[in-house]
């Protein structure tokens, strides 16, 4: 199984950062990532697949790049909306993984 | 637009079963893949088990595999996942997800149904 290590487990931020979170995958994934949004009590949201593609709907303060096995996500002018848990997912190889998740709260 | 809607979760004792059901609607059901994944409380996402649009390709996680059967019937617009010899761990928020194959990230999600196993 490939196993996604996503750091920091949690973070925190003011409006107006830029935030970065990183997924390491255990072998290469080409670029098979993609990044999802959690609310409290709502279902987890697709923001980016495929390393960098924006989800339609998705506002551009949010990219990512990475290839081979390191990946990030960022979040630039970071908004009191985008408090939530951010997971990273894989979907190169069965069985599908999620990084452990990060936490963004802001102070 | 699309929509997703589980429903059939509940308390359960350990060793018994459950089935869960998924409807989906405002897309074409039969020309998606489907997924389940669940999370526990308070933890992190794990993908269960994955359909393809036309039930030829069936996998699972290692941790269900021989307990939980995914099926779907496109007539219905309708995804299942029986769970049988349910076990104290398998407590978690049970979530479908669409994807477009079998190399496709989970593009819409339903929200969610509880499954408690406990005595």
């Known amino acids: 199984d490939i196993q996604m290590t996503q750091s920091p487990p949690s973070l925190s931020a003011s409006l107006g950062d830029k935030v970065t979170i990183t997924c390491q995958a255990s072998?290469?994934?080409?670029?098979?990532i993609a990044w999802y949004q959690q609310k409290p009590g709502k279902a987890p949201r697709l923001l980016i697949r495929?390393?960098?593609t924006l989800e339609s709907g998705t506002p551009s303060r949010f990219s990512g790049s990475g290839s081979g096995r390191d990946y990030s996500f960022s979040i630039s002018n970071v908004e009191s909306e985008d408090i939530a848990s951010y997971y990273c997912?894989?979907?190169?190889?069965?069985?599908?993984?999620f990084g452990s998740g990060t936490k963004l709260e802001i102070k | 637009e699309v929509q997703l809607v589980e429903s059939g979760g509940g308390l359960v004792q350990p060793g018994r079963s459950l089935k869960l059901s998924c409807v989906a609607s405002?897309?074409?059901?039969?020309?998606?893949?489907m997924n389940w994944i669940r999370q526990a409380p308070g933890k992190g996402l794990e993908w269960v088990a994955y359909?393809?649009?036309?039930?030829?390709?069936?996998y699972y996680a290692e941790t269900v595999k021989g307990r939980f059967t995914i099926s779907r019937d496109n007539a219905k617009n309708t995804l299942y996942l029986q769970m049988t010899s349910l076990r104290s761990e398998d407590t978690a928020l049970y979530y479908c997800?669409?994807?477009?194959?079998?190399?496709?990230?989970?593009?819409?999600w339903g929200q969610g149904v509880m499954v408690t196993v406990s005595s």
């Open positions: 997800a669409r994807s477009y194959g079998y190399k496709s990230d989970f593009d819409y």
């Open positions: 405002g897309f074409t059901f039969s020309n998606y893949g």
């Open positions: 359909i393809s649009s036309g039930s030829s390709y069936i």
């Open positions: 072998q290469n994934i080409n670029k098979y």
């Open positions: 495929y390393t960098s």
């Open positions: 997912l894989q979907y190169v190889n069965l069985p599908f993984t």
